[in-house]
């Protein structure tokens, strides 16, 4: 599994690979390091064939996570962009149907990418990210604690950033307690 997060010491966004096997994450621009709590995983206990399942975040205090889509926001608007740019050229060469057929086909492409797009787990108080195996899947089994994590839930983003808000104005930083 794979973790993306801000580092809270310099603020960096910073990659790291295979935490499951980690004791502690390090950054790579300031190599400040942040334990790794003892409750990060589920699914150790031996004749377990599963990967480890993420129990919490890792980066922050916070215990909610949401499981959203990995689809990268940037190549979703760039292929929207793209098919409006085409469509375009198509309809001032007044080609209706190459036209609408480029607006159709790119529509199309986004929600196949989208529903191809493998899940990845969020952080709702400081936007950590994990991807890779153990992060809750579709087909996880809810029964044997699989899937602890719904998706993205307002009312949660809603407490958590009021609560970095609130930390925030105290003057002191909500990652160090
Ligand atoms: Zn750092
Ligand atoms: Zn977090």
């Known amino acids: 599994?794979?973790?993306?997060?801000a580092c809270p010491a310099c603020h960096t966004t910073t990659s790291i690979d295979g935490i499951e096997s980690r004791d502690s994450l390090e950054c790579t621009a300031c190599h400040a390091a942040l334990p790794m709590p003892?409750?990060?995983?589920?699914?150790?206990e031996e004749g377990d064939t599963r990967p480890p399942r993420l129990q919490r975040c890792l980066a922050c205090p916070s215990?909610?996570?949401?499981?959203?889509?990995?689809?990268?926001?940037?190549?979703?608007?760039?292929?929207?962009?793209?098919?409006?740019?085409?469509?375009c050229v198509a309809w001032a060469n007044r080609e209706l149907l190459i036209t609408f057929g480029i607006l159709f086909g790119t529509?199309?492409?986004?929600?196949?990418l989208f529903f191809?797009?493998?899940?990845?787990?969020?952080?709702?108080?400081?936007?950590?990210?994990?991807t890779g195996d153990g992060?809750?899947?579709d087909a996880d089994d809810p029964a044997d604690g699989g899937h602890q994590f719904g998706a993205f839930d307002l009312e949660?983003?809603?407490?958590?950033?009021?609560?970095?808000?609130r930390t925030k104005q105290l003057g002191s930083d909500p990652t160090h307690p």
């Open 63 to 87: 215990l909610e996570l949401f499981v959203r889509k990995n689809f990268p926001q940037r190549l979703g608007v760039a292929i929207v962009v793209a098919g409006l740019a085409a469509s």
């Open 1 to 5: 599994m794979r973790i993306i997060y």
């Open 38 to 44: 003892p409750d990060a995983f589920a699914g150790r």
């Open 107 to 112: 529509a199309l492409l986004d929600v196949l």
């Open 156 to 165: 949660t983003h809603e407490k958590h950033r009021q609560l970095v808000a």
């Open 135 to 137: 992060v809750a899947s």
């Open 116 to 130: 191809f797009m493998p899940n990845c787990l969020s952080c709702y108080r400081c936007g950590a990210r994990y």
